[in-house]
């Protein structure tokens, strides 16, 4: 397994490097201290398996530095590891497409946890923070009423508990035998019907109603 760590402190990549370690046998890391360092690594090595990188570093100007990350790289998963602790930064890293989240203050097990995840083809990001997120704003995002009575279909329901027990659309395309753009044709219908602005909306809505055992 090949994977890129990049992160300007070398405390965090070593701290990441030792878990990693302990999670795969067969491991080839590759280390980046900023984000043109990152993109010639994966430029390099286009077979890399995983991404582990930081919102905040030289030259990587957070989600457009995701966005451009993402455009260069679009099959290489990426996990977001980041000071950042607040719903937001978590929900429009979702939307870019990463597959996890972890904050940088997580203990050593709440970490080892989340790359489990990740590397089990899982979804990982820290429940605990959208859990406050829910609590703080009294569920509205879960309660906003049907747009013109419509209801939501079956197909439509299993989407949002795949999305709130940490399903990617790729392994929810799977899983369902459709294609990745049925999926996402499902969750701009939840979209309209729910009255929810964009996908990170769709998340959090899927997050507080179907929320369960994917999340960090």
């Not at 046998?25 to 984000?35: L, M, N, R, T, Y």
Request: hydrophobic share 45%; no cysteine.
């Amino acid at each position: 397994m090949k994977i890129v760590i990049a992160d300007d402190h070398w405390m965090v990549r070593e701290s990441l490097k030792q878990v990693m370690r302990r999670l795969e046998q067969s491991i080839d890391i590759h280390e980046a201290e900023s984000f043109g360092e990152a993109a010639r690594t994966l430029a390099l090595h286009p077979d890399v398996d995983l991404m582990l990188i930081d919102l905040v570093m030289p030259g990587f100007d957070s989600f457009a530095g995701l966005r451009r990350l993402r455009k260069a790289f679009p099959t290489v998963p990426v996990v977001i590891v980041s000071v950042h602790e607040d719903v937001e930064h978590i929900l429009r890293s979702l939307e870019q497409g990463v597959i996890g989240y972890i904050p940088k203050s997580a203990g050593a097990p709440e970490v080892e946890r989340a790359l489990e995840r990740v590397l089990a083809g899982e979804v990982s990001f820290p429940r605990k923070i959208i859990e406050r997120s829910a609590m703080a704003d009294g569920g509205a995002k879960a309660a906003l009423p049907p747009r013109d009575g419509l209801e939501l279909t079956a197909r439509e329901i299993e989407v949002l508990k795949a999305l709130g027990q940490g399903r990617s659309v790729k392994r929810i395309a799977t899983e369902h035998a459709v294609s990745e753009q049925t999926v996402r044709v499902h969750i701009r219908n939840v979209m309209k019907k729910r009255n929810l602005g964009d996908r990170s909306a769709v998340v959090h809505y899927a997050l507080n109603a179907y929320g369960g055992a994917g999340r960090g």
